[in-house]
């Protein structure tokens, strides 16, 4: 170990006990094309694929393909050698989602959202779980940015892989690199067949072109960030963690079905000094993934250019995509079977790792690691009918 984030130049630890992800107690779709709803979803297309059959043109999955932007996520030159196989399932595809400061010219970058789309052979169905971004891992080292590797939290990763040498710019691709392998030694899942990277601002332009999305809000969440005219709360010159980080009319979002816009589906799902920490969060994310699914499925987005053109754009702007040499539209095509209604959202449970009353991060309790031990083996689905209490549901 290399001691701390701090001492090592890296971010610190930061955040009080009820922001530390403390947890709580542990109709079919209408079809369309699944390309167009790869489009509508944007930047969450590879977690929330979803029904339908594939009847797009050459020239309309050209368009897809090149609204999405590419990337050697995985560093080891794949998407040239791995271009010619076949997709065949199981597989794993790992989604980092990042929300870098865009007021800033070089913003340093996290993984504020780390997700893991598990599909069996059968390739008819999903399961969906996040890892807490406070996961403590081992991260391996990292010789284009000079990390000597340590145990650290998982989000910090991207950081440290991030900082390449040479003109001092961040690259997002090469922190995925990293964050990557260190998903791979928390969850065992030696290899991904396809990663993203979502932008956040991205993500709430995509919300903003489908009109908005509506969804159950399973809680009462006063927002930290938000003020209620969707302006930012100002920096209370006091300092101070969490909530009172900030001062001003806090932005509410009250227990039950609400249409929320792009800002606000943004501000709802980046809460985690909740009931519930940073595992009510990902719950909440898991939530939004499948209801902008849901949204994506009422909406006649293919029939209207403009708001195709809109949506595509902003997926552009979003999404960072590897394949291994297989496009977005080779996924679809793969994945043409699976439905909004059979992909399952699991809760990894877990609790706060403590050293002389100081925070460090989080750790996997049994079951989660069970969990995983059964994805490796492919058999998820037999390990959660015996586990039902670790299943997402939207209410």
């Known amino acids: 170990m290399y001691g701390s984030a701090a001492a090592r130049g890296g971010p610190a630890a930061t955040g009080a006990a009820a922001a530390r992800g ?5 109709g079919t779709p209408a079809k369309s094309p699944l390309w167009a709803r790869l489009c509508v979803a944007g930047g969450v297309a590879l977690a929330v694929l979803a029904g339908g059959s594939l009847t797009a043109t050459t020239v309309l999955a050209s368009r897809v393909d090149n609204a999405v932007g590419k990337g050697d996520l995985f560093g080891d030159g794949a998407e040239a050698a791995e271009g010619a196989k076949d ?3 199981p597989m794993n595809i790992l989604l980092a989602g990042i929300d870098p400061r865009e007021w800033e010219d070089n913003p340093d970058l996290r993984a504020d959202s780390v997700l893991v789309m598990h599909v069996p052979a059968s390739l008819d169905r999903a399961v969906l779980f996040s890892l807490p971004r406070d996961l403590l891992v081992d991260i391996p080292a990292f010789p284009p940015a ?5 145990r ?6 991207m950081y440290y892989g991030s900082r390449v040498d040479g003109d001092g710019r961040k690259d997002p691709v ?6 990557s392998r260190a998903v791979s030694n928390a969850t065992g899942i030696a290899r991904f067949d396809a990663g993203a990277i979502v932008t956040f601002n991205g993500f709430k332009r995509i919300v903003d072109a489908l009109g908005g999305v509506r969804m159950y809000v399973d809680m009462d969440v006063a927002s930290i960030h938000m003020r209620p005219d969707g302006k930012h709360r100002a920096p209370n010159p006091g300092g101070g963690e ?3 980080a900030f001062k001003g009319p806090r932005k509410q979002y009250r227990k039950g079905n609400h249409q929320l816009s792009g800002w606000e589906a943004l501000d709802y799902t980046r ?3 909740i009931e519930g920490g940073d595992y009510a969060r990902q719950r909440h994310q898991q939530q939004f993934l499948r209801a902008m699914v849901g949204q994506a499925l009422s909406r006649d987005v293919v029939t209207n250019p403009g708001k195709l053109d809109a949506v595509l754009q902003a997926a552009g702007k ?3 995509f590897s394949g291994r040499g297989h496009s977005v539209t080779d996924f679809a095509f793969v994945l043409r079977n699976i439905r909004s209604d059979n992909i399952t959202m699991v809760k990894l449970t877990g609790g706060s790792v403590l050293t002389g009353g100081a925070y460090q991060g989080e750790a996997l309790d049994a079951a989660a690691k069970q969990f995983l031990a059964a994805l490796r083996s492919d058999t998820t689905e037999q390990f959660l009918v015996s586990h039902p209490e670790m299943i997402n549901r939207d209410r």
């Open 87 to 89: 997709l065949r399932g």
């Open 22 to 26: 403390v947890p709580a107690a542990a």
């Open 152 to 157: 650290d939290k998982l989000t910090h990763a």
């Open 318 to 320: 979003t999404l960072t």
């Open 271 to 273: 809460q985690r000094y």
């Open 242 to 244: 969490g909530a009172l």
């Open 146 to 150: 000079r990390y000597p590797g340590g």
């Open 174 to 179: 090469r922190g995925f690199e990293l964050l």
